[in-house]
């Protein structure tokens, strides 16, 4: 990057935009200016990069056109969400440590958010890069891990994220209360994980699919039912099930739908499977 001129200029002023709100809420130091601070870095480099990708019309990465924009999305909202645990889990460590060492803990914490800028910057080139590859040598590739991407990247971190926080500590809560604040964590992920979806097949289906626009609606509605199915029916199946036992803490049918990551490939490979071979068999001559 550093022989790269154009992607070291969108660094920098990526870091300039982002970086001094979360310094200067560290240094005022008190709880709304860390909330600001935090908050303003959380927004501003969620909006900033994804308006510029969307309307960048020339310069370095301008060939990748929106592309990036839709994968920046996913990905800094991800990234947010493993911040968040990591706050809330090690807030009162982070404290103490200013407390006693201001100003080396003010510079580590400058250097691990830049990193998660460019870390992210540096991803949404690669995937975007990625999914232009894919595309060229066939589309059915590109759409099966573009909706896995799009549908269970932030249900997929947001689950391990807050699994690994339970597991770490718990923002020290009893078990009891540790368990209601997964299960209302859960909740929450598993109607954003459906949003996300219906998402992906209304828009990112529809808009990377071929042919006829009557054939790429088909196509888009009825993979979004078939992914439906394949959500509930392991849900359902963990629902009627009687037996009980320990088994069910690591092997319960619902998993196979709410596994972070793998459970999207699956469910988006057959659900668009599905959906094409059905709007073959309703517009085949």
């Not at 600001?36 to 309307?55: C, E, H, K, T």
């Not at 894919?134 to 947001?158: C, D, E, H, M, Q």
């Not at 699994?163 to 909740?187: K, Q």
């Not at 992920?189 to 609606?217: C, H």
Request: proline residues 5%.
């Amino acid at each position: 990057m550093y022989h790269n001129k154009p992607a070291l200029y969108q660094a920098l002023w990526l870091l300039a935009l982002t970086i001094p709100w979360p310094l200067a809420g560290t240094f005022v130091h008190t709880p709304a200016s860390l909330m600001i601070g935090i908050s303003a870095y959380w927004g501003i480099g969620l909006l900033a990069p994804f308006l510029f990708y969307l309307f960048q019309q020339k310069g370095w990465g301008s060939e990748l056109g929106a592309i990036r924009a839709a994968v920046h999305l996913p990905l800094w909202i991800s990234m947010v969400l493993a911040q968040i645990a990591v706050f809330y889990n090690y807030l009162p460590r982070i404290q103490g440590s200013l407390r006693e060492n201001f100003l080396p803990v003010t510079i580590g914490a400058f250097f691990i958010l830049s990193f998660c800028i460019l870390l992210t910057a540096a991803l949404d080139r690669i995937l975007s890069k990625l999914y232009e590859h894919l595309k060229a040598k066939g589309n059915l590739w590109a759409k099966w891990l573009g909706s896995a991407f799009l549908t269970g990247l932030i249900p997929g971190t947001a689950i391990i994220s807050f699994l690994g926080l339970f597991y770490t500590g718990g923002m020290r809560l009893d078990p009891f209360m540790a368990s209601v604040f997964l299960m209302e964590i859960f909740n929450i992920i598993f109607y954003a994980k459906i949003f996300l979806a219906m998402m992906t097949f209304g828009l990112f289906v529809f808009l990377a699919g071929e042919g006829k626009k009557s054939t790429r609606i088909t196509n888009s509605v009825f993979s979004a039912v078939f992914w439906m199915f394949l959500l509930f029916i392991p849900i359902v199946i963990s629902d009627r099930l009687t037996s009980t036992g320990a088994w069910r803490t690591w092997f319960d049918p619902s998993y196979i739908s709410m596994f972070p990551y793998l459970s999207d490939l699956w469910m988006c490979g057959l659900s668009l499977m599905g959906g094409e071979r059905i709007t073959k068999w309703i517009f085949k001559e």
